[in-house]
T-cell receptor, first 115, second 113 residues
Framework: EAGVAQSPRYKIIEKRQSVAFWCNPI?????LYWYQQILGQGPKLLIQ????????DSQLPKDRFSAERLKGVDSTLKIQPAKLEDSAVYLC?????????????FGPGTRLLVL | AQSVTQLDSQVPVFEEAPVELRCNYS??????LFWYVQYPNQGLQLLLK??????LVKGINGFEAEFNKSQTSFHLRKPSVHISDTAEYFC???????????FGAGTRLFVKA
């Protein structure tokens, strides 16, 4: 079974530029998550989708971050404009169901450096 | 709202020695508890989880954890570690009412030969 795919793996941009990350979850997984992992910290949930609807985006900085999940499969996360403090690893995860007891399967992450 | 505290940021240990990684949580309701491992340049992988029932949970790679409700802890243990266990370990909690999963800051386990 193929795992969660993310691209790109690394990205370096200057502040005020825009950037987009892509995630392809495990086939058949209804729930998709985007996390931000700042160096030395645990992952922080940015947004959670159930199929193509948003379940939780309470910690997404909506003035600069946006995410979509078209057709309930792939997802993109965009930052526009980027700030220095956005430097982090962005992790995508998916789970089969929507319950909070579900195991989340994580992709390798996209490491973003904002200069 | 719940929170998670991993009491040790780094744990160095010699190969074949036992190890315990500590995790405490706070929540006003019942919780689900998880341990994830992150190897270098890889995503997180589930080691084990506690949902209900037996408080001793066995996971992959010889790890186990014990849920202690009175002490609000979920410590991870392995009786004999290998070099390959060198990684970062994250404790996570979510309440059964459906609040989001909260991750601890992580504990870096470094196994020395």
């Amino acid at each position: 079974e193929a795992g969660v795919a993310q691209s790109p793996r690394y990205k370096i941009i200057e502040k005020r530029q825009s950037v987009a990350f892509w995630c392809n979850p495990i086939s058949g997984h209804a729930t998709l998550y985007w996390y931000q992992q700042i160096l030395g910290q645990g992952p922080k949930l940015l947004i959670q989708f159930q199929n193509n609807g948003v379940v939780d985006d309470s910690q997404l900085p909506k003035d600069r971050f946006s995410a979509e999940r078209l057709k309930g499969v792939d997802s993109t996360l965009k930052i526009q404009p980027a700030k220095l403090e956005d430097s982090a690893v962005y992790l995508c995860a998916s789970s089969y169901g929507s319950g909070y007891q579900e195991t989340q399967y994580f992709g390798p992450g996209t490491r973003l450096l904002v200069l | 709202a719940q929170s998670v505290t991993q009491l040790d940021s780094q744990v160095p240990v010699f190969e074949e020695a036992p190890v315990e990684l500590r995790c405490n949580y706070s929540s006003s309701v019942s919780v689900y508890l998880f341990w994830y491992v992150q190897y270098p340049n890889q995503g997180l992988q589930l080691l084990l989880k506690y949902l209900s029932g037996s408080t001793l949970v066995k996971g992959i790679n010889g790890f186990e954890a014990e849920f202690n409700k009175s002490q609000t802890s979920f410590h991870l243990r392995k009786p004999s570690v290998h070099i390959s266990d060198t990684a970062e370990y994250f404790c996570a909690v979510t309440d059964t009412g459906g609040f989001k999963t909260i991750f601890g800051a992580g504990t870096r386990l470094f196994v020395k030969a």
